[in-house]
């Protein structure tokens, strides 16, 4: 059981970017934090990489193994890496009351670190959320296998993993987007799903989830889906629920046989107990009947549009086929193709490191 602070004042959140994949993300939402009760760190074995991002602190793992040149795409270097640095990542992490982390698999840093940052969290009794991006099919069986190694391990001490194969941007934004476009896209997504969590868990509700309520639901280890739905309308809300719901995020993983359930809604007025009672009966319909599902509702003055819907649901079962005698892996999605309108309800990441950004774009 996590042993958790029981106030939300000073609550701390730790949003943690590793490897070059993970620091790039920081770099889009670094600026656009409106809370003060969310840290970002940037984790790399690449000293200049770490240079150009944008975080509260920068850790340079595994200097004296690397030299800061990075971890030659080898995972075991970046383990190696991460272990060397131990103490500076046990820092942070006792720092956090929780962690939501962004990394991308199939690499060295990425695959390497991850799986080894979430057991230290896990060590120390805090719960951790990693979103975690797999290579593209072009990119070869080489490092879809290597991801795959690297997600069963992530899975073993994280709370809740949530993946997106990079092939999930041409299938929702088409081939014709531009590179950058596409992952500028992804990664507002990432910046709503954290501001969405902070919310939650930052502001007084009239119904509150708390961090013990946060916490039990992460105990349900497997995987897990997470869907942010706004609107201005109230009439608008069942097409919000939808979209958290259905996209090609959750449509990854089987929601019905989630165990945990939190439904949050922010509203900067107030929401009628019919519609209330509409969005809880429909998450609970699409998930197990024994699921502990866990509902709040809170009023914040400063939303961005008058409604928001946030659903995390763990404990859940991956459809994503898997040929265990192979070790290769598939993307292959039961559900129907989604929507290109869907693509803002999906958290994904940049791989592939692109110029520094200029702190005016931001």
Do not use: W
């Not at 509260?56 to 080898?74: N, P």
């Amino acid at each position: 059981m996590f042993q958790l602070i029981q106030q939300n004042d000073g609550l701390s959140i730790g949003v943690f970017g590793i490897g070059g994949c993970g620091c790039n993300t920081l770099n889009s939402i670094f600026e656009q934090r409106e809370s003060d009760q969310a840290f970002l760190y940037s984790v790399n074995t690449d000293k200049v990489v770490l240079e150009h991002t944008q975080s509260d602190e920068a850790v340079l793992i595994g200097a004296e193994l690397t030299h800061g040149y990075g971890a030659g795409a080898d995972p075991k270097v970046g383990l190696q890496a991460a272990e060397e640095s131990k103490e500076q990542l046990l820092t942070l992490i006792n720092g956090c009351d929780i962690i939501l982390c962004a990394t991308g698999l199939g690499g060295g840093t990425g695959t390497g670190a991850s799986p080894y940052i979430a057991k230290l969290a896990s060590e120390q009794g805090k719960p951790i959320i990693f979103v975690a991006t797999l290579p593209f099919s072009s990119e070869g069986q080489f490092r879809s296998n290597i991801a795959q190694a690297g997600l069963n391990e992530l899975k073993e001490h994280a709370n809740a993993v949530i993946t997106l194969p990079n092939d999930q941007l041409i299938e929702v934004l088409g081939n014709d987007i531009g590179l950058f476009d596409a992952f500028k896209h992804s990664n507002q997504i990432l910046h709503s799903l954290i501001k969405s969590l902070i919310d939650m868990l930052c502001f007084q509700g009239l119904i509150n989830v708390d961090l013990n309520d946060f916490a039990k639901i992460m105990d349900c280890q497997g995987d897990a889906v997470l869907g942010v739905g706004k609107c201005d309308e109230e009439s608008e809300l069942t097409t919000a629920l939808d979209g958290a719901l259905n996209n090609p995020l959750v449509n990854q993983v089987d929601m019905s046989s989630s165990t945990g359930v939190i439904i949050q809604v922010n509203c900067k007025d107030e929401i009628s107990l019919g519609n209330y009672n509409l969005i809880t009966d429909t998450v609970r319909q699409q998930v197990s009947l024994n699921a502990l599902v866990i509902c709040g509702v809170s009023k914040i003055e400063n939303l961005a549009t008058n409604y928001e819907l946030l659903v995390i649901a763990t404990g859940a079962s991956s459809k994503m086929i898997l040929d265990d005698t192979t070790n290769e892996s598939s993307s292959k999605v039961v559900a129907t193709k989604p929507k290109a309108s869907d693509i803002f309800d999906i958290p994904a990441f940049i791989r592939n490191q692109s110029a520094p950004p200029s702190k005016s774009s931001l």
